[in-house]
């Protein structure tokens, strides 16, 4: 088994096998994911059994393992063969092969997947996205249910009042402590140059609710449970043909009515001139 687990390496994820053997014994940030997942499990449901779920950036398959013993179909995507190939391997171990699917996907590729889920894990990828929302706006047409978020962040947890209009040059209250906000990282942290946004507490909700979800519980560090609100669905201003043309879908039909309101609003009111 150790054999096996070497010639595998290396781990990012550290599992506890069945057979009592660890894949990153001595991983640099401790027994990780699992006291992430200490952290959150209370949260979901004993039960998932019929759950369809998409574990997005699923690396060893940590996650999809802790929620396929628990009944639900997970379908687990990464970018990297590498991780793919341990996860096929671990689900093995623990007999799970048959509730974890793994494909090679971007999470942009779930734009085009003819399903939805009934739980979306999205954890630790937000970050690493060069156009994070877009990510966003895909998943919560896919969601049924619930979705577990967690991303790198700026520190703080205020949230400033935000108006429902303001004027163009008012814009010194962007600067306010608690505005939504994204720091843009242009080189590297912690030596990866994959890390490129950290938004503060206020941004990860006032983007949740432009993509009609509602943060309803934070189980731990820099992790948010969200469900979907048909009342924050039914108030998306977003452009239904920028979506369709970011996903390669045709658009030509949907800005019909982006076109078709133009006229209206720059006659509204201030339209932005210098």
Known sequence: ?????????????????????????????????????????????????????????????????????????VL?????????????????????EDRIELKQMQVYDVARLDRKFDLIWYMGVLYHLRYPLLSLDILSQKLRKMMVFQTLSMPGTEVAEAPEDFDLNDRQRMLETGWPKMAFIEKKMAGDITNWWAPNHAAIEAMMRSCGLRVIQ?????????????????????????????TGQDWTEAVKEKVGDKNQYMVSGDNGKQ
């Not at 393992?65 to 639900?72: D, H, N, P, Q, S």
């Not at 669905?233 to 043309?245: R, V």
Request: glycine residues 8%.
């Open 1 to 73: 088994m150790m054999q096996e687990i070497e010639q595998l390496g290396p781990w990012f994820h550290n599992l506890h096998l069945p057979n009592g053997e660890q894949t990153a014994p001595n991983h640099r940030l401790g027994d990780f994911p699992a006291f992430k997942w200490r952290e959150l499990e209370h949260a979901i449901p004993a039960d998932l059994t019929g759950w369809e779920v998409l574990d997005i950036g699923c690396n060893a398959g940590f996650y999809s393992i802790e929620l396929a013993k628990r009944g639900a179909n």
């Open 76 to 96: 687990g995507i990464d970018v990297d063969p590498h991780y793919l190939r341990q996860a096929a391997w671990a689900a093995k171990q623990f007999g799970l």
């Open 218 to 246: 934070r189980p731990g560090h820099e992790v948010y449970l969200l469900e979907l609100d048909e009342e924050l669905q039914k108030q998306q201003q977003w452009n239904q043909s920028e979506y369709l043309s970011a």
